[in-house]
């Protein structure tokens, strides 16, 4: 009778325990929600606090690394192979196409990151160096991990719905400095010029209309990172506007560096490839993984 007493306390305490666990979730689903698909700026940003509150709680609590977070939409999750960290990016349109970034890093030992989207110095971003308090915000949609010197080093591929005029694509690396601090941005994107000048960048920014898709990706079959090609064009609705024009661009690891090659097929599209899409639901909360995408 004991026996089945304990056995009885257990079922009922496991399931008040899986019931609390699940309300956290759709509290953080609604969250979530809210602050990606609501009509009013101030209640969209009102919703992220909420949720990023709620969010730090449950990737405090105890065995969280193991959570997939899978219920969270219109979150990016991203892991290393080893399982040493996860990165958690997101959004918020807060008015008339300005948008800010959240980010967070979480380590398997507990150990909480929160990216501050802090970064104003345009004319530097490809060569800073930065931390995680001055992190230029970007949805990251992939990562690749790649050796140097032994160390272990992950490209990040970002997304940036940008300032209304332009979208935005990001390329730049992720290290951990000796006291376990996230560092982002590494001199190791390396071209050199017609007149033999050598230029090294700490990432790659890809800027193109916000009626454009660009490609941004890794190819595992050629071992590269491959991108489009992007021109300033001249059109009706927009004027001056920055288009891809159907040609491919890439980097290729060799030795220390990620080496740029100005051609990657021979073949280019007879004409710059854009969406037409001005629907807000979809530009922003699109996976930039598959609707920025495109066929190569």
């Known amino acids: 009778m004991r026996f089945c007493s304990v056995i009885l306390l257990l079922f009922l305490t496991n399931s008040v325990f899986s019931q609390s666990y699940q309300s956290g979730f759709d509290e953080l689903v609604f969250y979530a929600d ?76 507990g150990t909480i990151v929160n990216l501050r989207d802090n970064y104003s110095n345009p004319y530097d971003i490809e060569y800073d160096i930065l931390d995680g308090n001055n992190w230029i915000g970007a949805y990251y949609y992939d990562m690749k991990e790649y050796i140097k010197n032994g160390e272990t080093y992950y490209l990040l591929l970002g997304y940036d719905p940008g300032n209304g005029k332009n ?34 960048k700490s990432r790659i920014v890809i800027d193109y209309s916000k009626n454009a898709s660009a490609t941004l990706t890794f190819d595992d079959q050629l ?61 922003l909360f699109g996976s930039p993984k598959s609707s920025e995408k495109k066929e190569k």
């Open 223 to 283: 071992n590269i990172i491959m991108f489009e090609n992007i021109i300033s064009v001249m059109t009706p609705e927009e004027g001056p506007t920055l288009l891809p024009d159907g040609s491919y661009k890439a980097y290729k690891q060799e030795g220390d560096y990620w080496i740029y090659k100005d051609k990657v097929f021979d073949q280019v599209s007879s004409e710059p490839p854009t969406d037409g899409s001005h629907n807000r639901q979809e530009g």
């Open 34 to 109: 809210v602050m990606s698909n609501a009509s009013e700026g101030k209640n969209r940003l009102y919703a992220e606090g909420k949720f990023e509150e709620l969010f730090i709680s449950k990737l405090e609590e105890k065995n969280s690394f193991q959570e997939t977070f899978d219920q969270l939409k219109w979150i990016s999750k991203i892991e290393d192979s080893e399982h040493h960290f996860k990165i958690f990016t997101w959004f918020v349109e807060v008015d008339g196409d300005k948008f800010s970034h959240f980010g967070i890093i979480q380590k398997s030992d």
């Open 167 to 200: 979208k935005r694509k990001i390329l730049e690396v992720l290290s951990f400095d000796e006291n376990g601090n996230p560092v982002f941005g590494k001199e190791v994107f390396k071209s050199i010029d017609p007149e033999k000048r050598t230029n090294i």
